[in-house]
């Protein structure tokens, strides 16, 4: 397939009149942030922040233009308000959503997938997605319809614990097809970008980057997404909280005071957007060495415990700081997968059937209206 070339695109756009001020968006300057990799398009349109919810057509109209062109396998377009306001510009009377926003709040996103969970953290560095990989393939191995989003747009890590390579493909011509291994159905913003790319977006380029993910990936029928959330509380965790019905969220941490007080303010954004917190698990709990089998506690041990007990939270689990676990994720095989039956892989196991019940008891909640004043 030809690769579309950054000329070709903006060529293209320059057929797009911003229809307030009578010129293309090209000329005008309002295109910035452009990438083309492997037939997958992005960019932003800049506009005034006023003008943001009258202009939604006209970001349709590009998409279109860019997604129409040979060899574009996807085309992501975003209004940014980043522009001073134009002093005559207004948004009309009831405008249903922000600046940026490429869809009313109302609009399904993952409309075949029944349970969607949320594994974060307060901070990086505590093996979040490694929990969440294995406790998707744990979900898979006792025969549910399983996929994984990766959310963490600036530092997709997805696609290499999987061992899946490539670009995904689409079937149809209007929505992606999920990328696949083990068993398991996965998208992630690293199948669109070089590994050693930098993701350099501003805010709302991320959010519209996560819910097309969600909304123009064919996902089809699933029992359960397990969503790899960015570490913090940022913008991500809210769009997610507002664009999707969450199950609920699990929340990951190392057993050491510094690492539990950001898992603290992780349980306690959820709860503030009404998303049930399924429980908290504590993650590098402790160290056996290989050669002697004496036990270490190296980050503390039971932390994660306590804490879970003084807000009133479920303790899912532990799991063991293994070079095993670092290992087997790395090559693509994890170590549910790799070592099926040992004990690191039954305790993946035991956790995933723990939110496995709070998902079939009746846990799930319905999506939060945020109102950002």
């Known amino acids: 397939m030809a690769q579309v070339s950054e000329k070709e695109i903006l060529d293209t756009l320059e057929s797009i009149i911003d229809p307030d001020r009578g010129k293309n968006i090209v000329s005008l300057g309002m295109v910035s942030g452009l990438q083309a990799k492997d037939g997958h ?16 057509p006209l970001r349709q109209a590009a998409e279109k233009a860019v997604h129409g062109l040979p060899g574009v396998i996807s085309a992501s377009v975003v209004l940014t308000a980043e522009r001073p306001p134009a002093p005559a510009a207004a948004p009309p009377p009831g405008a249903p959503h922000p600046p940026g926003a490429p869809r009313p709040a109302d609009a399904p996103l993952m409309p075949g997938v029944k349970a969607i969970v949320a594994v974060a953290s307060g901070k990086g560095g505590v093996g979040k997605s490694t929990t969440a990989v294995n406790l998707a393939l744990a979900l898979a191995k006792d025969g549910r319809q399983v996929g994984i989003l990766d959310a ?19 079937t149809d011509g209007a929505k992606l097809d999920p990328m696949e291994n083990h068993g398991v159905k996965c ?20 959010m519209s980057a996560l819910e ?10 699933l029992d359960v997404v397990v969503v790899d959330m960015p570490p913090g ?27 539990l007080a950001d898992a603290r303010k992780g349980l306690n954004m959820f709860r503030k957007v009404d998303v049930p917190v399924f429980g908290l698990i504590e993650n590098m709990s402790y160290f056996v060495c290989p050669h002697c089998g004496e036990r270490t506690e190296i980050f503390s ?73």
Not at 43 to 56: M, N, S, T
Not at 152 to 170: A, E, K, W, Y
Not at 188 to 205: C, H, K
């Open 187 to 206: 998208m992630s913003m690293g199948f669109l970008v070089d590994e050693e790319t930098p993701v350099i977006w501003r805010g709302p380029m991320v």
């Open 233 to 259: 509380t940022g913008d991500t965790q809210l769009t997610m909280s507002q664009r999707v019905p969450l199950a609920g969220a699990v929340i990951v941490s190392t057993p050491q005071d510094i690492a």
């Open 152 to 170: 963490d747009i600036f530092g997709p890590s997805i696609p290499r614990m999987l061992g899946i390579p490539g670009r995904p493909n689409s």
């Open 301 to 373: 041990h039971g932390g994660a415990r306590r804490e879970a007990e003084r807000l009133g939270a479920d303790f899912l689990g532990e799991i063991p700081l293994d070079i095993a676990i670092r290992e087997t994720s790395d090559s693509g095989r994890p170590i549910v997968i790799d070592q099926p039956d040992g004990p690191h892989a039954e305790a993946y196991r035991k956790i995933a059937e723990k939110i496995w019940r709070n998902i079939d008891a009746g846990a799930a909640a319905e999506g939060p209206k945020i109102v950002i004043q």
């Open 212 to 221: 097309q993910m969600m909304r123009d990936v064919a996902w089809g029928e």
């Open 41 to 56: 398009v992005a960019f932003a349109i800049e506009v005034d922040a006023e003008r943001g919810p009258a202009l939604e």
